[in-house]
């Protein structure tokens, strides 16, 4: 038994390794060709350090951006950027499942197991045609995104030039980058002259919500429909908790924002940044006008972000539930953490606990760093960093004025928020093969 469970760490850990250099690979290979003259417009050489932090971005979906993407990037950059943004969202692992399988050779449980731990599967079995499934879910919501998306830029950029534009947007969109192409009437204008938009504002949010929800949570709905109670656990705890970190911070929104405008476009922006915080990146008004209670709020749903086994990026939806049934059981006495008459596993609220402590730790001593690296506001500070940790992309509109040993830090911050924090560790470290357990002793706490 205990050569079994050795073999299977070590299997666990050159899984997360080969993850982790995958993602590596992608970048540098995206950091290279944006480097090109043909990648950008003007035929110049962009910067390394430009660059690489241009495809962290994209490969890891965050949306921070140094150079603007429709103004400073040639179409080929741009495909670049869209090419990156698209195999980070779906993951390098599904993709290259997706090559194997396309070249005819055998896939083998070794590469079953990666994708199993890639996208958060509960087992290995029928890997393969959950991957085709989302593969093909992915090619039809994002296609249909973009015919949604075709009239919105059609009356502004033409028959031709929309399809890009409708591609591009679908694609950020979906997979929660937050990349745009609206640059051309303002630089980093992300999606602000659209704020007033109600159809352009409905299908963006959309994307990002189908995007952010879970390939599983795609499974069980598509399997079972509208059986909420045939649902695996997962997608239950998934569906709620996106539905209440929807709708409770667009309420907080709708009351502490926008109060000069319109109710038509107040409605939409509360919801849009609601919406959009969770990792998405884009924005339909202008940050630097928000208040800081509202700045600090749309701080915590970046760190939150999507749900587990999606294109988003944070400590997920999921890791934040099981945390609020755990206090709830301590206060409530009961000892085991119940939802949805399931016991929720020890080592699930563990790992739990170990993701937000590692979240806190590094989005608060990250924004320390740059406070005193960059002379800046302490709160501007961590809006960046929780905006990369969590792969949020939204900015205060102090990005590109950053030294470069903060871009250092954000990179960072954007590599670990999405091949995740536990999986570097997991890849640095081998498992633990003890057998023997200490004695136990209490701790007063709290």
Known sequence: MKKDKTQNGLHNRNSFRTISLGFVILILSGALLLMLPISSQDRSITPFKDTLFTAISASCVTGLVVRDTATHWSFFGQAVILTLIQIGGMGVITIGLMITRLSG???????????????????VGGI????????????AIELTGAVLLYPVFFREFGAVKSIWYSVFHSVSAFCNAGF????????????????????????????????GIGFLTWDDIVQYKFHFKKYRLQTKVVIVTSGLLIILPAIFFFCSEYSNEPIKERILHSFFQSVTARTAGFNTSDFSKMSEPAAMVMTVLMLIGGCSGSTA??????????????????????????????RIPEDTIRTAGAILFMYLTLFMSTGIAISMIESLPLISCLFETGSALGTAGLTLGITTSLSLSSHIILMILMF???????TLIYAAFSSSSETSRLPQEKITVG
């Open 105 to 123: 050779k055998k896939v083998g449980l070794w590469f079953r197991g990666m994708m199993q731990d890639s996208i958060s599967a509960p087992h």
């Open 128 to 139: 393969l045609q959950l991957t085709k499934f989302i593969l093909k879910m992915t090619a």
């Open 180 to 211: 745009d192409l609206m640059g051309v009437k303002e630089k980093f204008s992300s999606l602000t002259t659209l704020g007033s938009n109600a159809y352009a504002n409905t299908v963006i949010m959309l994307l990002i919500i189908i995007g």
């Open 313 to 342: 990026g944070g400590m997920k939806t999921s890791t934040v539930a099981v945390l609020f049934l755990a206090a709830l059981s301590v206060f409530r006495r009961k000892n085991d953490i119940e939802c949805f008459k399931r």
């Open 416 to 422: 670990a928020g999405r091949v995740g924090g536990l």
